[in-house]
Structures are given as structure tokens and as C-alpha cells.
């Protein structure tokens, strides 16, 4: 037989997610394998994972392999169909803008961008309609994404010929033999892909923004023009997601801080570094008081260290090749040799606190916690309200533990930030287990058989705890498995909380140890953790998902007194005086208003409660309660008022 034919009818076993194999011949796609399902299901396909990696959906698979139909339900799909958004959008774009040159175009978290550079011409939001239809109508031609491998001389060629300077950079740095194009409609762009089968999967596309934007993120080069789009496969998907970006709109963290004065940002201070004002001050006071009261319970020790530290500390921990040079630069003292940088981390701190003194296995685990502001250079083209700053304090903290302590501590941190989502009412989470690649084991440093007990310990307490997981494979670091928390918001959208993450190389390089009950000197494990993340971030993400009407407890202003007339003012201020004996956060509102108006007011101003006082009330010695949006609760004495509110604050936090 014909060697070539034997190959043609052999067989290649396909693994599907359910666990099932079936058999299919050699060089079929996912597509096929979907058609074989269903024609339903295979109208849906947008991409595929085989063997872990997303590819085509019609690409020939020619060996044994796991694979996973990717949909719009699942991210990769959306990512797959994003991704071939922005080569439509671009068509789009060219059909308008002959000439334009563009550089890189992926997807993101919703939606996708694409850097162009539109030389003389521009692009503004007048424009953004014609763009759409356009979209929409070669979308509507259902071209298919075809892919071509071409050499690095044709690849060359052709964006020379095109005069696309941004292409054929990026092509110099690409290996021949490894190119690929991909062409739809009138397009041709270099890519790698994956890409949707046609482009009929667009139904609907909106682009939402423009903005500037550095070739390869290097503010020396020429700025670009990011266009941001978004397409759904249902015009219904596309009207959902614009009344989502409005709320969103309202919650915007940036806006709401500066209307209830939580933070404020000033050019002379510096970019990226904020400043809490009284009232966001008093909020972050509450939830770090809140913490370090858990923490305090959970057996962990305050520790204290300084903002700067030797260039010698971090060339030890590491960090100094990691942050040196790209970020704050070092500070040099007026003696001649002495450099110090300012902290990118706390963690190197608190190993010298270790190793303060020796340490034996009846000493351990060692908890050290640390609300640790670190400092870290960020473009100022990446800054972002408090989610993205330049000096930001961790509610930081390092376990020192054997081994063997490990699933214990791991346990112990997570109940800690179960404690604190139930307290903050984030009820929808998942966590994501973050192991070793096991095609890659020669990655990672410490010993195997240190890995294998810490992902197993990582993966039964989460199990235990009854946590919904996700385990990705390949994405733990060098040092160490990791598991991090991502939460949903109020509406809807993902955000990463709370990491817990082992560490064999800190440790190392650092050389801890302690004495075992065989006499012996070991290395301990350390564990970081930071359930909030960042004290900045944390707020953020809790002024978002609240909206800004955040819970009794952590108001930075609790009750609102509003004397009907001046005549009333002395005894709001004795109310106010006797609230706060209570530990409540009241203030008066003392302004010659109308009490309608100042009810209004402290409404937008999302203050938990307000208590209205005239002259039956003074004579009663009493205050008439109304409650944000709930209305009216009737006259009650002060000390009944006070019960109240301090009843509504245990049953919040507990
Ligand atoms: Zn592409
Ligand atoms: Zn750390």
C-alpha cells in the first residue's frame, strides 16, 4: 500500500470535556467534530482548544487530542470573536480612511481595540456610525477568515508594498516559518489568529471609544489612535451591555469619590498618588480596623517597616532586577555609597524581621501583618483612579510555616476572606487554583515533591472549604502555586480580590530556617497574602459594587441631623454630641434650609440616616428617624435611635 494512503485512513482519538473519546480520521477539524454532535451545536463553534491551545476551528487536527468547543458562552469564544472584530473593524476603517496603517489590534476584557495610525486624517465620534454600518455590512457578506503560512521575505514584501511600517517591525522580530496571514473580504492582516469561521457571527458592533496611544507602549515613539469596539452575535446581547456601561457610568469609583470627598488627586503632589480625605479616610480607617481585629483573632502579628529600603535588600530578595530599573529610580544619600530604593514589596522586610532571631519548628507558624505601603512606577498613561496608582498600601501579610502547616494556613486564610466577602456582601466568587505546567516542570524552583504537597494542600482545602474553582494549569509562578479570588460585582463584572501565594524562593534566597525536632536546620515555607489586594483597589472596587451607598457600618458619615430652623441647632449638636458617645458617625447640617432641601441633600449624599428635629421633638427630648430609601421610622428617644444603629452595625459585622 501507498504509504501516503495508509496515513489518510488512520484514525485519531479525540478526548472530549465530558471525559468521552471518540474516533475520527486524521486531519478532521473541531468543526467536524461538532457537525458530528450536532449542526446546532456546530453553528455555534467559534474556535476550539486542542491540546489547551486555541486554534481555528476548521484547522486539521492530525493527532490524538483533547478538545473543547469554544461558544460566546465561554471567554475564549468571546475573546476568539473579539479578536476577528478588530481585522472586520479595520476593513471598515480602510474603506474610510484609505492609507491608514495599523499596528496591533487584540482583544480585551469586553470587547477589543486596534492601534492606527491615520496619518493626516483623524477619527472622531461623528464618525463612529458610518464606521458600525459599515462593519455591520461586511459582516453581513459572511466572509470567511482565511489563513495562508507565508515566508518572511512574501510577508515582507507585501506590507512594503502595502507601506506599513508597524507590520513590518513586527514582522523582523517573527522566525520564518512561523508567519502566518490571515485574509477576509478585502482584508489581509498579519496574525496568528485563531479567528471565527465568517464573519456572519457579527450581528451587532458598536465602537465605544477613541483614545491615544504610544507605538509599543514607549511614549518616544509616535502616539497612535486606539479604537475601541465591541460586537455581539444578537443585537438584544449589544443593547444589554450599553445600559450596563451607563451603570457602570454612575459607579464610576473616580466619580463618586469626588462627590462624597473620599480621595482627591493633585498634579502638584504627583500623578498617581492619592489623597484620602477625611471621609475616605475614616472608611479606609474602618476597614483596616476591621481586618487587623480578624487578623488579631486569626493569630497574626503586627510588624512595622520603613518605606525605603538598601538597593542590597532587594538585589537579595530579587526585586532589584525586577523593579530596579523600570520603575522609581534609586536614592542616593549626601555620603557617597549608600543607595536605597523605595519598597516595590513588603515581603523582603519581613524576612529580616524572621530572621531577627533563631527560630526552632515549636516556634512556627510565624504570622507577620502589615498594612505595607509599597511604591511601584506606572506609566501615566496606565493610571486609573485608585485602581491603578503609583503608591499604594497592601494589607499585607507573610506566614512562615513548615511543610506540613501549609494546608492548615491555607485553610485559615481562606476562612479569613470568606469572613470578609460575607461582611462586604460580595456573595458571587470563584476561586482560581494556579498550578505548575506539567510540560514545563524544569520552570519552577524548590523540590517536587514540595510542589505536589502544596497543590494538593491548595486543592483539598478549597474543596473543603466548598469554594467553586477553576484550576489553571501553567499559570502558578516560578516561586509557587497560588490561589486567587475573583469576585462579581453588583453588576456583573469580574474582579481579582484576595491572593494567597506559597513562596520556595524567597526563603532561599534569603536563607531562613529553623531548627526541626530532629535538631536539624530546614527551610520554612512562606505564604503571602493580601485578601483586599491593595487599600486603594479594595475601595474602589467597594465604592463600585455599592454604588456608593456602602453599609452601615463602614459610612464614613452614619446619620445626618437636620434642625428644621436655626431655633433647633443647640439641641441637634447634643444629640449629635450624645451619638457619638455611642461610637455612631453623626454630623449636623446647621445651613438656614429649607429641611426638604437638606433631606434632598443628604439623600445624594447616601447617608444611611437622617433624623429631622423641631420643636416637638426638642420638648420630647426625642428625633424623628428616616431611613435612605425606606422612608419615614417615627419619633424615638436618642438612647432608642442609638440601640438601633448600633444593633444594625453588630448585625453586619459579627
Ligand atoms: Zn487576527
Ligand atoms: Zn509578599
Redesign the pocket.
Known amino acids: 500500500m501507498h504509504p501516503q494512503k495508509k496515513l489518510n485512513y488512520s484514525m485519531i482519538k479525540i478526548t472530549l470535556p465530558d471525559g468521552s473519546i471518540r474516533e475520527f480520521a486524521k486531519g478532521s477539524s473541531a468543526m467536524d467534530v461538532a457537525m458530528s454532535i450536532s449542526e446546532g451545536l456546530a453553528r455555534k463553534v467559534l474556535s476550539a482548544q486542542v491540546n489547551g491551545e486555541t486554534v481555528d476551528a476548521n484547522r486539521p487536527i492530525d493527532t490524538d487530542a483533547t478538545l473543547r468547543l469554544n461558544t460566546w458562552n465561554d471567554s475564549e469564544g468571546k475573546s476568539t470573536m473579539w479578536h476577528s472584530s478588530a481585522h472586520l473593524m479595520a476593513e471598515a476603517l480602510e474603506a474610510f480612511y484609505p492609507g491608514a496603517k495599523f499596528a496591533i489590534g487584540p482583544p480585551i476584557e469586553n470587547g477589543f481595540y486596534y492601534d492606527v495610525d491615520f496619518g493626516d486624517q483623524s477619527l472622531s465620534e461623528k464618525d463612529f456610525e458610518r464606521i458600525e454600518s459599515k462593519m455591520l455590512e461586511l459582516a453581513g457578506q459572511k466572509n470567511e477568515y482565511i489563513r495562508k503560512s507565508v515566508s518572511k521575505a512574501e510577508a515582507m514584501a507585501y506590507f512594503t508594498e502595502k507601506g506599513d511600517p508597524y507590520k513590518l517591525e513586527l514582522i523582523a522580530d517573527l522566525n520564518d516559518g512561523e508567519i502566518t496571514f490571515y485574509t477576509q473580504g478585502n482584508f489581509t492582516d498579519l496574525c496568528r489568529g485563531p479567528h471565527i469561521p465568517n464573519t456572519g457571527h457579527i450581528k451587532a458592533a458598536k465602537i465605544m471609544s477613541v483614545a491615544g496611544a504610544y507605538w509599543r507602549g514607549d511614549e518616544k515613539n509616535k502616539q497612535l489612535t486606539r479604537v475601541y469596539g465591541i460586537t455581539f452575535p444578537a443585537k438584544k446581547e449589544l443593547d444589554e451591555y450599553l445600559v450596563l456601561v451607563e451603570e457602570a457610568k454612575k459607579r464610576d469609583h473616580r466619580k463618586l469619590g469626588k462627590e462624597l470627598e473620599l480621595f482627591h488627586f493633585s498634579q502638584r503632589v504627583g500623578q498617581g498618588l492619592p489623597l484620602w480625605l477625611p471621609k475616605g479616610a475614616a472608611l479606609r480607617a474602618r476597614l483596616e480596623n476591621f481586618l487587623k481585629e480578624a487578623q488579631r483573632k486569626s493569630g497574626y502579628e503586627p510588624v512595622i517597616t520603613p518605606h525605603i529600603g538598601s538597593k542590597e535588600l532587594y538585589e537579595t530578595s530579587g526585586h532589584w532586577a525586577k523593579y530596579g530599573k523600570d520603575s522609581f529610580q534609586p536614592i542616593e544619600t549626601p555620603v557617597e555609597g549608600e543607595v536605597y530604593m523605595l519598597k516595590p514589596?513588603?515581603?523582603p522586610h519581613?524576612c529580616e524581621i524572621y530572621k531577627s532571631k533563631p527560630r526552632s519548628y515549636r516556634d512556627l507558624p510565624v504570622r507577620y501583618a502589615e498594612f505595607g505601603t509599597v511604591y511601584r512606577y506606572e506609566q501615566s498613561g496606565e493610571l486609573h483612579g485608585l485602581t491603578r496608582v503609583r503608591g499604594f498600601t497592601q494589607d499585607?501579610a507573610?506566614i512562615f510555616c513548615t511543610v506540613d502547616q501549609v494546608k492548615g494556613e491555607m485553610a485559615k486564610v481562606i476562612d479569613l476572606v470568606l469572613y470578609i466577602f460575607k461582611t462586604l456582601d460580595f456573595k458571587d466568587f470563584i476561586a482560581q487554583v494556579s498550578l505548575r505546567d506539567p510540560n514545563n516542570p524544569d520552570k519552577y524552583i524548590g523540590s517536587l515533591q514540595n510542589w505536589e504537597k502544596a497543590e494538593r494542600a491548595i486543592q483539598e482545602v478549597a474543596d473543603e472549604k466548598g469554594l467553586k474553582t477553576v484550576v489553571e494549569y501553567g499559570e502558578a509562578a516560578f516561586y509557587g502555586p497560588k490561589l486567587d479570588f475573583m469576585v462579581r460585582d453588583a453588576i456583573g463584572r469580574k474582579w481579582q480580590l484576595g491572593t494567597v501565594?506559597i513562596?520556595y524562593n524567597?526563603p532561599e534566597r534569603f536563607e531562613l530556617d529553623y531548627t526541626g525536632a530532629d535538631n536539624q536546620k530546614h527551610r520554612p515555607v512562606?505564604i503571602?497574602r493580601?485578601p483586599f489586594g491593595s487599600m486603594e483597589r479594595f475601595v474602589a472596587i467597594l465604592i463600585e459594587h455599592t454604588a456608593g451607598k456602602f453599609p452601615l457600618w463602614l459610612s464614613p458619615e452614619q446619620v445626618r441631623i437636620l434642625p428644621v430652623s436655626d431655633k433647633f441647632n443647640e439641641y441637634s449638636q447634643s444629640v449629635s454630641t450624645e451619638l457619638n458617645n455611642c461610637d455612631i458617625r453623626a454630623l449636623v447640617d446647621e445651613r438656614s434650609e429649607k429641611v426638604g432641601k437638606k433631606i434632598r441633600e443628604a439623600e445624594i449624599d447616601k447617608v444611611p440616616y437622617m433624623l429631622i428635629i423641631g420643636e416637638k421633638e426638642e420638648s420630647n427630648g426625642t428625633v424623628s428617624v428616616r431611613k435612605q430609601g425606606d422612608g419615614d421610622l417615627g419619633e424615638m428617644s436618642i438612647a432608642a435611635f442609638a440601640h438601633l444603629i448600633n444593633e444594625a452595625v453588630k448585625q453586619q459585622v459579627n
Do not use: G
Open positions: 514589596m513588603n515581603c519581613h499585607d507573610h501565594q513562596d524567597l512562606m503571602h493580601a
